[in-house]
């Protein structure tokens, strides 16, 4: 398995203000002259250094504003942190995410192993004590993460080994453990996911892609089926086996599955594109950060990772995940512009456009899972560029033909702060996919390009509910925020996750 962030997560009933730890963190929101509650405790205990600093502007409250406040023995803990909330109208539960990442990046810099905090959110916040807790964990496990599996050299700061969640009333302790456990588990399979997007090329080819599936399915006794060539090309999987074509490494078709409610025959299908490196095929990129390609297999990482997490959390529902992994190169074997592909489901496919190879693949995978009695589907890809264009790198493109599948979708994507955006799926687009050779074409031009590829996807899912996230543009951070560090960002690993929460029958 990747690497994780080994982080010792404890909850203790007391006062903040005489915990034993590195670090202890308190909060303050914005525009409060006088701090109270915990923070009024522990400013109290330092002869009133957090209202000194309040009243210099040296602390304002500001959202991940993080003051630290050396105790000089007056605390048990080295040093005390005031994290701003912002203000308090505006308090959100990703928002306590985020400020977790901050505050612990920020005293892993001054080598805090062991780092207690407070409930932020419970109390003034408004929030339940559990779900801000939750917050917390993930936030803290999200925002210490580093990949540095390939680095020699010694980190400058230790890792944080602790951190003690602190509640005053000690019967509402206990009901924060597994709040924290759930935190944890959700937290680290994002961070997997992480960790398989940032492996080069090289050391993530589909093979490796489909050891770390199985090491994944022995861990968490997951159900695992791995087709090859041979096995593909039986199934009639011709337009995956076309994007295959330009690499020496050979593709793989992953199917792992989690039986959580055996007197059913329903299973969730989630669809992960695994593009393990995109050169653009013949169509070939610029080659201006087309590193970056090698997390062209992030859509397939994040139901990977979902998988594990789903296995740890054991909700009642049945849920399959089927990820089609392959190299997009250019060779004397590749598939060419104009060349025709026949798709697992019988349609044939003009390429127009070796580097829209993203859909072609997803195509016979949708197409599987549809054979396979998948439903509903929902697939996650760094499909397009053009819905980075439309939404930045702050949402996620949402596409489908089912409403209320899209609606559970968004839900499950707002609780995990995974925010996503419905796009339309007007039938006037699928006018620019049409060929005059084959089906369908695979590429429908320019413009609406999110669209046009999200309807190109629909022609391989039949009448099933389906939904597809275009996660182009939230796959990769270029710089730490929030809980974000630069990479990875893990997108969508706890939104599917939330979404078999959902559809559980616990």
């Not at 687009?429 to 695979?442: F, Q, R, T, W």
């Amino acid at each position: 398995m990747p690497e994780e962030v080994n982080l010792n997560i404890v909850v203790k009933a007391g006062d903040i203000s005489s915990i034993e730890a590195d670090a202890v963190v308190v909060d303050l929101f914005e525009g409060v002259g006088r701090p109270g509650g915990a923070t009024g405790v522990v400013d109290t205990a330092l002869d009133g250094a957090i209202s000194k600093l309040i009243m210099h502007g040296e602390i304002k409250g500001k959202l991940n504003e993080v003051t630290v406040v050396h105790s000089l023995g007056r605390v048990p803990a080295r040093v005390v942190a005031v994290v701003g909330l912002g203000k308090q109208k505006d308090l959100t539960l990703d928002k306590i995410r985020g400020l977790a990442g901050e505050f612990c990046r920020s005293l892993r810099r001054l080598n805090c192993r062991r780092i207690a905090t407070i409930v932020h959110g419970a109390g003034a916040g408004g929030f339940e004590p559990e779900v801000s807790a939750q917050m917390i964990v993930e936030g803290s496990i999200l925002g210490l993460y580093r990949f540095r599996k390939h680095i020699s050299k010694e980190p400058e700061n230790h890792d944080v080994e602790e951190l003690i969640i602190v509640e005053r009333d000690k019967a509402k302790a206990k009901t924060l453990e597994k709040a924290c456990v759930r935190g944890k588990i959700l937290a680290g399979a994002t961070n997997l996911a992480r960790d398989l997007v940032n492996e080069p090329a090289n050391m993530m080819t589909p093979n490796d892609l489909a050891k770390a599936a199985e090491q994944v399915a022995k861990t968490y006794r997951l159900g695992l089926a791995v087709l090859d060539r041979g096995q593909m090309e039986k199934e009639g999987m011709g337009a995956l086996l076309g994007v295959a074509r330009g690499s020496c490494q050979p593709p793989k078709l992953i199917m792992i599955s989690y039986k959580g409610d055996k007197g059913s025959s329903d299973t969730l299908g989630l669809v992960g594109k695994g593009i393990t490196f995109d050169s653009g095929g013949i169509s070939l990129k610029p080659s201006d950060n087309m590193w970056e390609m090698k997390g062209d297999m992030s859509g397939a990482a994040a139901v990977l990772a979902a998988m594990s997490a789903i296995a740890q959390l054991k909700p009642k529902v049945n849920v399959a995940g089927v990820i089609p992994a392959t190299e997009n190169l250019p060779s004397g074997e590749a598939t060419k512009p104009g060349d025709i592909l026949k798709a697992v489901n019988g349609k044939t496919v003009e390429v127009v456009n070796t580097d829209a190879e993203g859909r072609l693949i997803l195509a016979d995978a949708l197409g599987y899972a549809v054979k396979q009695g998948l439903s509903p589907l929902v697939d996650v890809a760094t499909l397009t560029g053009a819905c980075h264009i439309a939404l930045g790198d702050f949402r996620s493109g949402l596409f489908g033909n089912n409403q209320e599948l899209m609606d559970k979708i968004v839900e499950a994507g707002t609780g995990a702060g995974e925010r996503l955006w419905q796009m339309p799926m007007d039938e006037e687009y699928k006018e620019l996919n049409k060929s005059e050779v084959a089906d369908i074409k695979n590429s429908g031009g320019r413009w609406g390009g999110a669209v046009t590829a999200a309807q190109f996807l629909s022609e391989f899912v039949g009448d099933k509910p389906w939904a597809h996230i275009d996660i182009a543009g939230t796959f990769m951070s270029d710089k730490e925020r929030g809980y974000l560090v630069k990479g990875a960002t893990g997108v969508s690993v706890r939104t599917l996750v939330n979404l078999a929460l959902a559809f559980s029958k616990n």
